[in-house]
């Protein structure tokens, strides 16, 4: 079985390669937050092995890790991931230090301050309850619900349960139907962090790839119905990190495949309010599917920090749910979903605001890259961000060129489950534009700095978050 460290790494991408450069890969593989503090890598002989590479070579890899401080090893014993102790991390909340890009998402809706406003005798028509709330208070479930069925799938409160955001959510379902040492089918690219949470619960990952031109369907039904993985998780809508969107006819016949290859699909909507141009609305892949789990979140659309999400299953499943969810919370803060109530109430108004808001940061990312030979920006109708090709595997290095210049960049592989896409980047469209214009300022230098050689080795910590 091939070693997590190699599956980071992709052969082919380190076929060849010199002793330090091949360290300089796990180098960044550390950094990046891809290989965790702690995890134990492969012997000498068993990476030797599968790199196909002379065990003094893979000696020599792990004695440069080890004097730069990112391994320990004990002799006749195991090498584990460390990282240096001189390593500085700068703090990020400076105003004028590093631009964080590995949050793509924006600051609150104007409107979030009046709702919370508005929220406030709710709450207080509550306090005579044990303020624990599991399923979820029936007037946000009853709303969430009509926002289902007005985009053409029939829900009812009883097939919702309110959750503190989608990856929580996401985490419920997998404890509820969760099997360990299961298949799961996941795009490539996709959000980082479904990928650990599947990890976690032991799946094995069957990746099917996704490009800004849409999915390859055949590739996917066809895995569906060799491999019949347990369960597929998808992000239809304005896909993270791509922002493609599956057409109509793709759903129906990928939601029909799954239901014959006995696979539960889990869709996470938490972009698919995410709308500046694409000119047409999908149904929901639920629409196709009545075995097909939902989930979705309020951060993309109100705001990160109110935590509050949701998941629409069917009813025996919302059962299991319900059972299993006090093994680790008790429900969801009631206070921000009285705000949700109210928020909810407003949805023509909140999403106009999202587009206008992506339609300024899109604009401000494109300037940006015109300004930089050799990067073009596809096109963005929506979602969190745009997926730019880079024309060559140097995404880790820019990246890494990028943190010299204070602007944190996760590179293409921080989305994939085997180290693959160095040729691409995600670069999001949610800030502010004079925020993302000096944040492609600073992008600039990095890829003049990148082609021009001047990349020293990086002292600063990554984020190992991508959101």
């Known amino acids: 079985m091939t070693s997590r460290l190699v599956q980071q790494l992709g052969a082919q991408n380190v076929a060849g390669a010199t ?60 090498t584990r991931v460390t990282l240096p102790r001189t390593s500085i991390i700068r703090d990020s909340s400076e105003p004028d230090s590093a631009i964080d890009l590995s949050i793509a998402s924006m600051d609150s809706t104007p409107g979030l301050y009046d709702a919370t406003v508005r929220s406030l005798p709710r709450l207080a028509a509550l306090r005579g309850t044990s303020g624990y709330s599991l399923r979820g208070l029936p007037e946000l479930r009853d709303a969430v619900a009509q926002r289902f069925t007005q985009r053409g799938v029939d829900t009812s409160a009883d097939e919702i349960i309110i959750t503190s955001g989608a990856l929580n959510a996401f985490n419920l379902v997998l404890a509820t139907i969760g099997r360990r040492g299961e298949r799961a089918l996941v795009e490539q690219p996709t959000f980082p962090h479904a990928l650990e949470a599947l990890h976690r619960h032991g799946y094995r990952l069957l990746p099917t790839p ?53 696979t539960t699909l889990i869709v996470d909507e938490t972009t698919s309010e995410l709308d500046i141009d694409r000119g047409w609305s999908p149904l929901p892949l639920a629409a196709y599917n009545p075995h097909a789990v939902t989930v979705g979140s309020m951060s993309k659309i109100a705001w990160g920090g109110m935590r509050l999400g949701w998941i629409r299953a069917e009813r025996s499943l919302i059962t299991r749910l319900l059972a299993v969810r006090p093994s680790f919370e008790l429900g969801t803060a009631l206070l921000e979903q009285c705000i949700a109530v109210e928020l909810l109430a407003e949805m023509p108004a909140l ?50 060129a990028a943190r010299e210049r204070e602007l944190i960049l996760p590179p293409g592989p921080r989305f994939t489950t085997g180290g693959v896409l160095e040729r691409r980047l995600r670069i999001p469209i949610t800030l502010p534009p004079e925020r993302t214009a000096a944040a492609m300022g600073r992008l600039r230098l990095a890829w003049n700095d990148l082609h021009g050689g001047a990349v020293p080795r990086p002292e600063e910590l990554p984020h190992a978050a991508v959101i």
């Open 19 to 78: 002793a330090a450069a091949l360290a300089g890969h796990v180098r960044a593989l550390i950094l990046d937050g891809r290989l965790t503090v702690g995890e134990r890598l492969p012997s000498e002989r068993s990476l030797a092995l599968e790199l196909r590479r002379s065990r003094s070579t893979i000696t020599r890899v792990y004695g440069l890790l080890e004097s730069d401080g990112y391994v320990t090893r004990l002799h006749g014993g195991s």
């Open 210 to 262: 996704v490009d800004v031109d849409g999915w390859d369907a055949r590739h996917l039904t066809e895995v569906l119905l060799a491999d019949h993985p347990h369960l597929a998780y998808l992000i239809p809508d304005f896909h993270n990190p791509t922002g493609a969107t599956l057409p109509d006819g793709e759903r129906e016949r990928i939601a029909t495949t799954a239901r014959s290859a006995g």
């Open 351 to 400: 999403t106009a605001h999202v587009r206008e808001r992506l339609r300024a940061g899109r604009a401000a990312v494109a300037a940006g890259l015109d300004a930089i030979d050799g990067i073009r920006m596809p096109q963005t109708v929506g979602g969190l961000s745009t997926w730019v090709d880079l024309g060559a595997p140097v995404s880790t290095r820019l990246s890494l």
